[in-house]
């Protein structure tokens, strides 16, 4: 025997359920934007830290810029022989000359320019590839990950 005080406690329990669930796939749906933005940033810091290293022991220009190219093409997969290569190349070389105009030449303007460059990089590389510059993409991850690495 149902009662209507019954019913709308249930009504209102149910009302509940629908709302947290709601809830729980709006906060998974931007967790896992916040956790994409945030592996990205950390791997566009990476990129531009191994541009760094990369430059630091060479201060004549050209060889600066082609080591720093190098180094990030080579973490992308990128190889000489690869369509593109050259123009991939000499978009982010303009990235390059200003990591080496900062730290071997003028600092100051050229390490303010870095970040914009890079974003330039990026959007010209979207637009060129339909895709993201491979060193920013995640990589494939395994079915199996072990909690303790042995």
């Not at 019954?6 to 509940?16: E, G, K, P, T, V």
């Not at 669930?21 to 990129?47: D, G, I, K, N, P």
């Not at 997969?77 to 190349?89: H, L």
């Not at 974003?119 to 494939?140: C, D, H, I, K, V």
């Amino acid at each position: 025997m149902t009662r209507p005080y019954l019913d709308q406690l249930r009504d209102a329990a149910q009302a509940s359920e629908r709302a947290e669930t709601e809830f729980r796939r709006f906060a998974e749906r931007r967790l896992e934007t916040m956790s994409a933005e945030r592996v990205r940033a950390y791997r566009r810091c990476q990129l531009v830290s191994d541009m760094i290293q990369s430059a630091l022991p060479l201060p004549e220009p050209a060889e600066c810029v082609a080591a720093q190219i190098g180094c990030v093409l080579s973490q992308a997969g990128w190889a000489g022989g690869d369509t593109g290569y050259d123009e991939v190349s000499e978009q982010l070389g303009r990235v390059a000359e200003l990591v080496r105009a900062d730290l071997h030449g003028e600092p100051g303007a050229a390490a303010s320019m870095v970040v914009a460059a890079l974003e330039e990089f990026e959007s010209w590389y979207r637009e060129r590839f339909g895709t993201e510059f491979p060193a920013l993409q995640p990589n494939a991850v395994s079915a199996f990950q072990p909690l303790v690495d042995f």
